[in-house]
Nanobody, 120 residues
Framework: QVQLVESGGGWVQTGGSLRLSCAAS????????MGWYRQAPGNQREWVAS???????NYADSVKGRFTISRDNAKNTVYLQMNSLKPEDTAVYYC??????????????WGQGTLVTVST
């Protein structure tokens, strides 16, 4: 079993910043990809950003230049620094981590979600 615990969501005004964290624990042998998704009310879950083991990153066009994803492999933790936030960034943010468990099975785990609210 692999568990993800997210933190860092909250309320912020337009133009503000927030930093999300997601720590993985449990029967982890190796973590491969780590990423963030979000789901706004009435919308489907959408991909936001991802980071590979050696640090290469990809971003959705809607957040490019404003959000930065990073990871600390020693802590099995992924971060999302969100700057210049807009009301349309309001959503529940979910982290996603995939890799190999200690029993050498693939795992694909999701966090519980953290709410980010950006007010005008």
């Amino acid at each position: 079993q692999v568990q993800l615990v997210e933190s860092g969501g909250g309320w912020v005004q337009t133009g503000g910043s927030l930093r999300l964290s997601c720590a993985a624990s449990g029967n982890i042998f190796r973590i491969n990809g780590m990423g963030w998704y979000r789901q706004a009310p009435g919308n489907q879950r959408e991909w936001v950003a991802s980071i590979r083991p050696l640090g290469s990153t990809n971003y959705a066009d809607s957040v490019k230049g404003r959000f930065t994803i990073s990871r600390d492999n020693a802590k099995n933790t992924v971060y999302l620094q969100m700057n210049s936030l807009k009301p349309e960034d309001t959503a529940v943010y979910y982290c996603n981590v995939n890799g190999l468990s200690t029993s050498i099975d693939d795992f694909d785990a999701w966090g519980q979600g953290t709410l980010v609210t950006v007010s005008t």
